[in-house]
């Protein structure tokens, strides 16, 4: 009878006992023992199955070590990393298949910054000059704009990107860029040779200006990735250690970055520090000089776009030398006349002669309205306009301004002499269509405004000012505001000869973040006295 009862009762146990009979989780398992780490990386022996990724990064090691790679590098020192096993790497990557190996550092010693024949550069557009003497000579014809206020040409030798940048720093000073010579050749292979981006960009201004008699400005531009692995300081370093090209230094030009910075995240960490370093050569007939600007950025955000923030620095200071050294002047006016005595930092004798008129023939109306009749809107003191307007464009010349908008009729009391003192065109929105506005862009405001501009009229990439008598509630103004934008261009600020400051225009056009001048400013108008702004406080 016992006989019996007994399996019955192992089957009754056996739910209970199962958790004991199954095996332990992997968390819970005990890790695998190492053999004692060997001498070099090829000796490594590890406690593992003959499939796994340590196996495979064994080999990788072996491949990697001088014993097996005559022409391998010596190892560098290891950065301090974040401890830990890393991803196996494969022997196909481009980094450890050695496409970047002459972009490594240290590299062969560098010549001191100075003009090299021998460098490796060439330039089409250059070899054409010299080839063609009737070109040549036109260039050296070449005469700026002098009615956008420039007065002697540069020859550029600069990145196409950079060029945009380098004409707003010359423009202050009257210097406008006739020609860029972006073709050169070589820089890479020279850069690979040890030649410095001091060498490259004297090579470059030098040429171009013994070849066209002209003052020259070039650049450039070199990237540099630290060393070791970019991680943590006083994390362990990683084991088994990565191999050379990994951990290496690098010294790049920017089109050969992208490519690096993709062999190199997966085995870095994305702090690793990138530096871009610009310089920037002038040269003329008497002057050689250079200037510098860097930026370090994480592995992880570098990309070609950060060579801008190096090269901003680089123009940057080289406009402050120029100015400080050389006969590098700033201009009062693009136009090289009297764009009236304010510059926005303080009261002019424009701005009080006008004050004085507000308050002596100002009248207050109903409803706040301030009338000034007898010397704007519909009986204009031309001199006086014209002053405020000089006044006016001097606080917006460093704004590289192509185009007035305004309102017809009113705003061209200020638009017009303005655009004379900035010597751009002056365009006005119209209230009604005409028959020569087929094809316009439109605003609205109030109730049943709408401005109408010819989409010939602005293009994408002018840089706007937009003028008006008055600023009340900044309705009209956001309307212009809105027309730019939608013809792709660039606002750069409102100006205005009598701001309400009561109406909040102002607040109402601080979310498109410009600049926003007047030549008075009304605080109040309570009990029928108009009340100013102190000039010191505006």
Known sequence: MRAH???????????????????????????????????????????????????????????????????????????????????????????????FDRWQLPSPAQPEPADDASLPLGSPTLDSLSGDASLLSALKAARPRELEGYDEAVLACVDGALLRSLQGTLLPFGKEVVLNVDDWEGGGEAMAAGATIESLALTKARRAHELTGMRAVASATEVVVEGGLGGDEGAPPPYPPPPPRVVASYRVPTDALAGLAEALLPHSSPGRVVTFRTVYCYQDEQLTMLEYGAAEVPLHFA?????????????????????????????????????????????????????????????????????????????????????????????????????????????????????????????????????????????????????????????????????????????????LLKIVGDAGAKAVGVAALLEKEYDRGRKSLSGFALQVESVCRVESVDEGIISLRRPDAE
Not at 17 to 28: D, E, G, K, N, W
């Open 303 to 479: 990309d070609e776009t950060k060579a801008f923030i190096s090269a901003a620095h680089a123009a940057s200071a080289l406009a402050s030398t120029l100015e400080d050294l050389h006969d590098f002047e700033r201009r009062d006016w693009r136009l090289g006349g009297d764009a009236g005595e304010g510059d926005g930092r303080g009261p002019s004798a424009a701005a009080a002669k006008f004050r004085e008129r507000v308050l002596k023939e100002g009248r207050v109306l109903p409803n706040g309205i301030i009338d000034v009749s007898t010397f704007m809107e519909s009986n204009v003191d031309a001199g006086l306009a014209d002053e405020c307007a000089g006044e006016l464009a001097g606080r917006f010349r460093d704004g590289r301004v192509t185009k007035i908008l305004t309102v017809a009729t009113t705003g061209l009391v200020l638009g017009m002499p303005m655009a004379r003192y900035l010597g751009v065109p002056c365009v006005y929105a119209r209230k009604e269509r005409t028959a020569v506005m087929a094809d316009c862009y439109s605003a609205s405001y109030g109730k049943d405004t709408t401005l109408l501009v010819a989409k010939a009229h602005i293009q994408p990439g002018d840089r706007v000012v937009v003028a008006d008598d008055f600023l009340s509630s900044g309705a009209s103004q956001a309307a």
């Open 5 to 99: 009862l007994l399996p019955l009762l192992i089957l009754a146990l056996l739910p209970f006992s199962a958790p004991f009979l199954r095996p332990s989780p992997p968390h819970l398992r005990p890790p695998p023992r190492l053999r004692p780490p060997a001498s070099s990386p090829g000796d490594i022996d590890f406690f593992s199955s003959p499939n796994s990724d340590v196996l495979k990064y064994k080999r990788l090691l072996q491949s990697q070590s001088p014993a097996s790679s005559p022409e391998a590098e010596p190892a560098s020192p290891v950065a301090k990393a974040r401890g830990g096993r890393r991803a196996p790497q494969s022997p196909l990557d481009p980094l450890l298949g050695g496409s």
